[in-house]
Structures are given as C-alpha cells and as structure tokens.
C-alpha cells in the first residue's frame, strides 16, 4: 500500500541529512511501530507521508498517488496525529460538524464510543482543554476517520495511566479493515502489545567515500514483523546465579537478568519491546 522509495531530505540550512535513499515498504492490516533515539528523523518521515514536507529526492507513494501533490482524494484517506498541535476556539461538536465531512468513512458511531471511555463530552472548548484532554480529542477523532493510514506521533504523549490503558483497547478495537497505523514514540511501552511490525531507524553518519567524498547509507536497522522476531528469538529470565552464556543480549533487572536468546524449541514468547530496541541499536539483534 505504501512505498518509500530512496528518499532524500535535509532541512533548510541544515549541516546535515534527515534521510538518504531511505526505502520501506508498508502494507495494509498492520500496526507499525516506528523506533529510534532522538533525531533520527522519525517525525520528519510522518511529515513526509503526509505531504507537510516534500522530499528532495525519491518518491513516496500511497495507494499509488504521491502526498507532496497534495491531492484530496489522497489527503480523505490519511490522518496525521502530531506530537504538538492547537485546536480553534469552538466547541467539540463545531470542530466534529467542520471536519469529519472530508472524511468519507467517517463514524460518529466510533467517536461517541471514544469520547465516553475517555469521558470527553462534545460541549468542551477546544482550546480550553488541558494536554491530556486535547489528545484524547484528537486520537478519538482520527480513529473515527477510519482512513487508509492514520499516522501517530508520540500520540500517549501528556496522557495519565488509565488513558493510555484505553488508548491502547480503542485502536485494537476500532481500527479499521484495510487500515495501515504508523505509531511514532520513545514510549514503547504504552504501544508493545498493539504492534504487528517494528521498524527503528538509526542517524544516517558519513563515511569516507572516492576521493574523500562523504557518502551516506541508508540506516533503517530494523524493519521485521513481530512473529518473525518471535520465531527466531526468545524472551526470557533468568534469576541471579543461572547460566546466561546462550544471551544474544541481556539487561539487569531486580531479580536477576532479562534475556534474549535464540528460540530453538519454537517456544511461545511475549517480545519486551524496550529490550529487543535496546539490543537493535546496540548492534546485538539485526
């Protein structure tokens, strides 16, 4: 459904490129969780598919059209939920009444269910809202888009503990047949258990090329399916004491070790997400 084919980006005056020859490949029916430190450009690239930046180089294309056109038959079938953001001064019903008719698929059915878990009414003034509260509006609406692709940045940013427990049952429940969500955050453990693939990218560094020319790589570090993961790798504990020498990579905890190892028996495993990241940027797990 979504191709990202060798882009290129580099902000005005920036010492430095974003992206270079960046290429993914996204399909429909997934949850994509999409990883990386600081400044890896996580945010530049849901601006990209967006079409609120426009590559200098490479194409993207959704659906077979590209976002930089701006095309509205495109922009209907994507919703962009970003870290930061301001509502106008109107009303919840105003705004709703405004904008969900460009949304062809749009459910005031999975909005009313939002709004109440998150005990939202449509009376609120926008602009009046605290941060948690505006998330909580903004993540009910776009949910109720039912778009093609719903695009998340650090979307449990400003939410309390029981919000993002909701936040996690309201996208497992209303995300939509042939939906692709693209869920951008530092918080992996507010999303692990919703993610079907992950992807982390790395900085794009220089390295000495012809004639000491810089040439840059592509550093996408990980793009694999969580069942792949689970297929190969094992998530486990080991108590203080007990053999960790089969590790491919292992963290301290308070009761002795959390391990990933090869999973040679084809047991059953949950992925701790923050470990298997923590081992990905490390260079442990490819």
Not at 18 to 30: A, G, K, P, T, Y
Not at 201 to 215: F, M, S, Y
Request: glycine content about 6%.
């Amino acid at each position: 459904m979504i191709q990202i084919q060798n882009i290129s980006y580099r902000y005005a005056g920036g010492d430095s490129l974003v992206f270079n020859n960046l290429s993914l490949s996204l399909d429909e029916n997934r949850i994509y969780g999409l990883l990386g430190r600081n400044g890896v450009g996580k945010s530049t690239l849901l601006y990209l598919m967006a079409g609120l930046l426009r590559p200098s180089k490479g194409t993207i294309l959704i659906a077979g059209r590209e976002p930089r056109r701006r095309e509205p038959a495109l922009l209907q079938e994507i919703c962009f939920v970003p870290d930061e953001f301001s509502f106008p001064s109107m009303t919840l019903s105003k705004y709703v009444k405004r904008y969900a008719p460009f949304y062809p698929r749009f459910s005031q059915e999975v909005l009313d269910a939002c709004l109440k878990d998150f005990e939202i009414s449509m009376d609120e003034q926008l602009d009046k809202l605290s941060l948690g509260q505006k998330k909580r509006v903004m993540v009910s609406f776009a949910l109720a888009t039912q778009c093609r692709l719903l695009l998340m940045d650090e979307p449990t940013n400003g939410l309390d503990i029981p919000a993002k427990s909701l936040f996690r049952k309201m996208v497992a429940r209303h995300v939509a047949e042939g939906q692709t969500i693209l869920i951008s955050t530092h918080q992996v453990y507010d999303v692990d258990a919703l993610l079907d693939h992950v992807i982390v990218l790395g900085k794009v560094e220089p390295q000495e090329g012809e004639d000491n020319v810089p040439q840059y790589a592509d550093r996408v570090l990980f793009d694999r399916s969580l069942a792949d993961v689970t297929e190969e790798y094992a998530f486990v504990y080991r108590s203080v004491g007990e053999d960790c020498s089969d590790a491919i990579y292992s963290e301290p905890t308070p009761q002795g070790r959390a391990l990933i190892v090869k999973n040679e028996d084809g047991q059953d495993t949950t992925v701790r997400m923050e470990l298997l990241f923590n081992a990905i940027v490390k260079g442990f797990v490819k």
